[in-house]
């Protein structure tokens, strides 16, 4: 297979990235025509073959805590003055929760990867990360769970 890739009992499309049925020709979301000729005779993985996520919930969580601890440590200990310093730390924060914990917890739905939802999450995530990082924790456990 040159740009479909075989998992699961699917076929990712090489254009969008749909996860497609196993003998389809063309792409059921955006009708590419399916890169490997024999779709048909292609071995389907099973699921325990899946890629596992670059982050655990466990992990996530871990650094979360780690983030939220150093604040508190540091707003209770440097003197007024230097507080603004604060601020970068909060930045360097929000950037490692949404280069780092968000983009090794989330994959992103082609039909959904659009760039206003993508732009939209990262940017609250940067900014507010201290409650939206607990929300997503809590969906993403509950989503396992379920």
Known sequence: MSDSMSVGGTVFCGQCG???AIGFNFCQS??????????DKEVA?????LPEPSMTLLKAAAIYAAAILIHVVLFNILPEKLLPGIAWVYVASGFVM????MRGLIEWHPNYNTLDNVFGAKVSMFLLWPFQMPALLFKLMVNKVM
């Open 45 to 49: 993985l099973d699921d325990a073959s």
């Open 30 to 39: 955006c009708g590419a025509a399916s890169a490997s000729k024999d779709a």
């Open 98 to 101: 949404t280069r780092i914990v």
């Open 18 to 20: 749909h996860k497609n």
